[in-house]
Antibody
Framework: EVQLVESGGGFVRPGGSLRLSCAASGFTFSKYWMHWVRQAPGKGPVWVSRLNYEGNVTDYADSVQGRFTISRDNAKNTLYLQMNSLRVEDTAVYYC??????WGQGTLVTVSS | DIVMTQSPDSLAVSLGERATINCKSSQSVFYSSNNKNYLAWHQQKPGQPPKLLIYWASTRESGVPDRFSGSGSGTDFTLTISSLQAEDVAVYYCQQYYGAPYTFGQGTKLEIK
């Protein structure tokens, strides 16, 4: 069974940083592109970023380009999202996603002064 | 970016009746080299993460009841629930994964009449 378990969310002030993690199991992690998708309270999902199998090809949404960095450790079956220069509008539940289709349970990030 | 537009925004259907949700993409999500439409449908119940129902426009995810079906090609797609059950109350999203940024429709809220 595919399992994606996110962690690392929390409360942070504007301008701060957080690092999210996603522990994957139940499939061969190194064979999939992995994604982050976020969902602000009461809104629909918004794609954030993706990373290829080896971890050397990335794409980002314009809204996070230059502030967020996606990475992975295939030996640990773990996906990461380093989030810097956080803004109030980054407040959302962040989901790890296999191939952009299958979802984890999410971790809440709240950015507020 | 590919814009996904769903209709209607909300829908009320009687138990046992058919529910139909439409999704239109601003450009084709059909890839001729593999004859596949890069279109998925997700279901989200309150307080839960989205759940993949349909991918490749018409392939049901494992474990999804067969009352759920997807159809369409190119730019026009439909999710049909053949006989609405109480547990189907949710928000439904279409998503294109033809290319980054992956984009979602605005969602359709399905309720019981």
């Amino acid at each position: 069974e595919v399992q994606l378990v996110e962690s690392g969310g929390g409360f942070v002030r504007p301008g701060g940083s957080l690092r999210l993690s996603c522990a994957a199991s139940g499939f061969t992690f190194s064979k999939y592109w992995m994604h982050w998708v976020r969902q602000a309270p009461g809104k629909g999902p918004v794609w954030v970023s993706r990373l290829n199998y080896e971890g050397n090809v990335t794409d980002y949404a314009d809204s996070v380009q230059g502030r967020f960095t996606i990475s992975r450790d295939n030996a640990k079956n773990t996906l990461y999202l380093q989030m810097n220069s956080l803004r109030v509008e980054d407040t959302a539940v962040y989901y790890c996603s296999r191939a952009g289709l299958r979802w984890g349970q999410g971790t809440l990030v709240t950015v507020s002064s | 970016d590919i814009v996904m537009t769903q209709s209607p925004d909300s829908l009320a259907v009687s138990l046992g009746e058919r529910a139909t949700i439409n999704c239109k993409s601003s450009q084709s999500v059909f890839y001729s080299s593999n004859n596949k439409n890069y279109l998925a449908w997700h279901q989200q119940k309150p307080g839960q993460p989205p759940k993949l129902l349909i991918y490749w426009a018409s392939t049901r995810e494992s474990g999804v009841p067969d009352r759920f079906s997807g159809s369409g090609s190119g730019t026009d797609f439909t999710l049909t629930i053949s006989s609405l059950q109480a547990e189907d109350v949710a928000v439904y999203y279409c998503q294109q994964y033809y290319g980054a940024p992956y984009t979602f429709g605005q969602g359709t809220k399905l309720e019981i009449k």
